[in-house]
């Protein structure tokens, strides 16, 4: 079983991070989801894992690729911002086309999991600027041979 943690939209903000260190726990990764990439380091090495980064509509100088799909314990996981695909649909289209089992993918700052005709949609919020009113938030991917989920992770304040 792999653990992953998944963050979007930190824009250089990760003043929020300490009170999810415990709860993420172990992780074998991180997925940074773009707008200010740079911050997918900082992430890593306080979670002590390594990171697989896309850059966002904030990142037009990174040298991160714009989509990736990372193949993890026989599951295609697609990483992208969101920017360029607008709505679930768009989303979900481009993660069937390129044969994926789950997206990931930012932008909104509003955090959501769901599962659309086969297919894990994960969106991670926004650690620095939440706009669901609900506060900052990450997700954790749990990614096992027979099965890929996610959690969807609160700021308790």
């Not at 992953?4 to 009170?19: C, I, K, N, Q, Y």
């Not at 949609?121 to 996610?150: F, H, Q, W, Y």
Request: charged share 25%; with cysteine.
């Amino acid at each position: 079983m792999a653990r992953v943690g998944v963050f979007s939209d930190t824009h250089g903000r990760l003043d929020a991070l300490p009170e999810f260190l415990e709860r993420l726990g172990q992780l074998d990764s991180v997925f940074h989801l773009g707008d200010c990439v740079e911050d997918a380091l900082q992430l890593a090495m306080r979670l002590n894992s390594g990171f697989v980064s896309v850059r966002g509509n904030c990142d037009p100088f990174a040298q991160a690729p714009l989509e990736q799909v990372i193949e993890w314990n026989g599951h295609r996981i697609l990483l992208l911002h969101g920017h360029l695909y607008p709505g679930r649909l768009a989303l979900w289209y481009k993660a069937k086309q390129e044969n994926c089992d789950a997206v990931c993918s930012g932008h909104t700052h509003v955090g959501s999991i769901e599962r659309y005709d086969g297919i894990l949609m994960v969106n991670p919020g926004s650690l620095s600027r939440p706009r669901d009113g609900k506060g900052a938030s990450c997700a954790v991917l749990t990614v096992e041979p027979d099965r890929i989920d996610a959690e969807l992770l609160r700021s308790r304040r």
